[in-house]
T-cell receptor, first 116, second 112 residues
Framework: NAGVMQNPRHLVRRRGQEARLRCSPV?????VYWYRQLPEEGLKFMVY????????ESGMPKERFSAEFPKEGPSILRIQQVVRGDSAAYFC??????????????FGEGSRLTVL | DAKTTQPNSMESNEEEPVHLPCNHS???????IHWYRQLPSQGPEYVIH???SNVNNRMASLAIAEDRKSSTLILHRATLRDAAVYYC?????????????FGKGTKLSVKP
C-alpha cells in the first residue's frame, strides 16, 4: 500500500512567485492535515480538511495561504507571493477517521520549500 | 500551544533501555496521550498512544501514571535507528483539540 505521497519533494521559488504543494493521502483516507516545520523548530498545525471541506484552518496564515482537498485528486497547499520566511518543510498527513483513540496520522516525507 | 513538557534532549547507549518522560498536568479525563517520532529529514511517524492503562506494541511501551499527569515512553533496547525527536502529544476530543499539536519534543541521541 502506498503511503502519503507528497510532491514536489523540493521546490525553489523566488520571492513573489507562487508555490503549490500536493499531497495524495493513503488510499481510502478522507482526512488530511497540513503542518509546517521551520528550520530547527517543531511542527506547526496549519489546516485540517475533509473531502471538499475545510474543517479547521486555525493555524493557517490569513493571507497568501490556501488549501483545498477536492472530491477527486490530491490535496493542494497553495502559497501566493512567497517570501523568504515561507522557507520551510511542509508535511501532509492523512487518517481514515478523526478519532482521538484510533485516528493515527500517517505523514508524508514532506515538501521542502526554499525561497530565494 | 503544546500542553506537554519534555526534556530537550536525552542520550542513550545502544542496546540499553530508554525512558522518555512527559508531563501533561492539564490533561482532562477524555484526552489521549500520543507519541510520534521524527527521524532526521523525514516526516513524523506514529509510535504509540494510550488513555489510562499501560500500552505495549512492537515499537515501544507507554507507561501512564495513575493520576495521568505524566507518562513515560519506553524503548526496550535502543538502536542507532531510534535516534530521533520524540514528541509527546495530549490529544483532545472536540474541535481543534482533536488536532495533533506538536511541542519541541525530546531529541534522543544513541551512542554505539
Amino acid at each position: 500500500n502506498a503511503g502519503v505521497m507528497q510532491n514536489p519533494r523540493h521546490l525553489v521559488r523566488r520571492r513573489g512567485q507562487e508555490a503549490r504543494l500536493r499531497c495524495s493521502p493513503v488510499k481510502g483516507h478522507s482526512h488530511v492535515y497540513w503542518y509546517r516545520q521551520l528550520p530547527e523548530e517543531g511542527l506547526k498545525f496549519m489546516v485540517y480538511l475533509q473531502k471538499e471541506n475545510i474543517i479547521d484552518e486555525s493555524g493557517m496564515p490569513k493571507e497568501r495561504f490556501s488549501a483545498e482537498f477536492p472530491k477527486e485528486g490530491p490535496s493542494i497547499l497553495r502559497i501566493q507571493q512567497v517570501v523568504r520566511g515561507d522557507s520551510a518543510a511542509y508535511f501532509c498527513a492523512s487518517s481514515p477517521r478523526r478519532d482521538r483513540n484510533t485516528g493515527e496520522l500517517f505523514f508524508g516525507e514532506g515538501s521542502r520549500l526554499t525561497v530565494l | 500551544d503544546a500542553k506537554t513538557t519534555q526534556p530537550n534532549s536525552m542520550e542513550s547507549n545502544e542496546e540499553e533501555p530508554v525512558h522518555l518522560p512527559c508531563n501533561h498536568s492539564t490533561i482532562s479525563g477524555t484526552d489521549y496521550i500520543h507519541w510520534y517520532r521524527q527521524l532526521p529529514s523525514q516526516g513524523p511517524e506514529y509510535v504509540i498512544h494510550g488513555l489510562t492503562s499501560n500500552v505495549n506494541n512492537r515499537m515501544a511501551s507507554l507507561a501512564i501514571a495513575e493520576d495521568r499527569k505524566s507518562s513515560t515512553l519506553i524503548l526496550h533496547r535502543a538502536t542507532l535507528r531510534d535516534a530521533a525527536v520524540y514528541y509527546c502529544i495530549q490529544r483532545g476530543t472536540f474541535g481543534s483539540q482533536g488536532n495533533l499539536i506538536f511541542g519541541k519534543g525530546t531529541k534522543l541521541s544513541v551512542k554505539p
